[in-house]
């Protein structure tokens, strides 16, 4: 099943190329908003999960290209990213120790909204393409064994960063938890209708060019340590996200009137615009293509607009 909030955060399930309002079968669950109807209607599933599901193929819906589309999750109480996760195809001996940061929920933003590079001296702007988990129910001190029984669905996400700001024992914070930088969606895929999350193909575009394409199987730890080791550090609530980390080969700059569109195979593709009021410019290569060439520096360095270097 698809589910996501479109219009005024009325609540959808997709069906094909339309959505179906299913708004008055959840309205008896507890909520003051549409952020915690969402996670009331996930810890509650499976006692609606049949009602949806013929409202879905019974239902009058709507054409979805004529709505707004919002984000699914508006408000997550945590969001959890993994840090340095990937294999990066074979070019790592050995993994990274496992690692993640907390990224603020009023980050998030949904399909067709705008990322927002800010007035600040980041030497790049960047988008890492990711597999995002959204967690079922209440997960405390999980075991690997047991961890997949604590996933609902999956969703896009595009982790945000600022680079190269500091101070440099809390670049995470300055970095990621900016407004904008967490865009998800364009919805929810419940787990039942991805066979592998551990074998989904990847693809970022910025302005139709494929920047990142890569498969989830290069994770260097796999999604139930992931959720095992989060669940340790903190207890996750339903409709928490977790947001699995990416191969870092494919990153390059995002800059103002960029089209930057993202598919996790069976997610979707999710689209956003990138707004930068400074007309900042970088070089269009990626991490790899910069490496490749022998410059110095992980990143291309930033060309025209403030904060260039002279």
């Avoid at 209607?41 to 009058?60: P, Q």
């Avoid at 709507?62 to 990937?86: E, F, Q, T, W």
């Avoid at 904008?180 to 970022?204: C, H, M, R, S």
């Avoid at 928490?240 to 993202?262: C, M, P």
Wanted: aromatic share 8%; proline share 6%.
């Amino acid at each position: 099943m698809k589910i996501l909030y479109f219009d005024d955060f009325k609540l959808g399930v997709l069906n094909g190329d339309t959505v179906v309002d299913v708004t008055d079968l959840v309205a008896d669950i507890p909520h003051t908003g549409p952020e915690n109807l969402i996670s009331g209607l996930i810890e509650r599933f499976d006692d609606y999960r049949a009602k949806l599901e013929d409202a879905a193929g019974n239902g009058s819906g709507v054409p979805v290209s004529g709505v707004r589309i919002r984000p699914p999750l508006p408000k997550p109480y945590n969001i959890d990213c993994m840090a340095v996760n990937y294999m990066e195809n074979g070019t790592r001996d050995e993994p990274a120790p496992i690692n993640a940061f907390h990224k603020s929920p009023n980050a998030i933003i949904g399909d067709g909204d705008t990322m927002v590079c800010q007035d600040i001296p980041a030497t790049i702007f960047e988008g890492e393409a990711e597999l995002g988990l959204i967690i079922g129910k209440r997960a405390q001190n999980v075991s690997q064994a047991d961890a997949m029984d604590y996933v609902f669905g999956y969703t896009n996400f595009i982790d945000g960063s600022a680079r190269g700001l500091g101070p440099g024992g809390n670049v995470f914070y300055m970095m990621k938890s900016r407004e904008t930088f967490a865009p998800i969606g364009p919805y929810i895929v419940t787990k039942d209708e991805i066979n592998d999350p551990q074998k989904l193909d990847v693809k970022l575009w910025v302005n139709g060019e494929v920047k990142q394409d890569f498969n989830t199987d290069d994770m260097a730890h796999k999604i139930p340590r992931i959720i095992e080791w989060v669940s340790s550090i903190h207890t996750l609530e339903p409709g928490d996200i977790i947001a699995t980390g990416t191969n870092h080969r494919g990153l390059s700059s995002f800059q103002d009137g960029d089209k930057v569109e993202l598919e996790c195979e069976g997610c979707g593709r999710l689209t956003i615009n990138i707004q930068d009021d400074l007309k900042r410019t970088w070089a269009r290569t990626t991490r790899l293509e910069h490496a490749e060439s022998g410059a110095e520096g992980v990143q291309t360095p930033q060309l025209t607009g403030k904060y260039a270097p002279s």
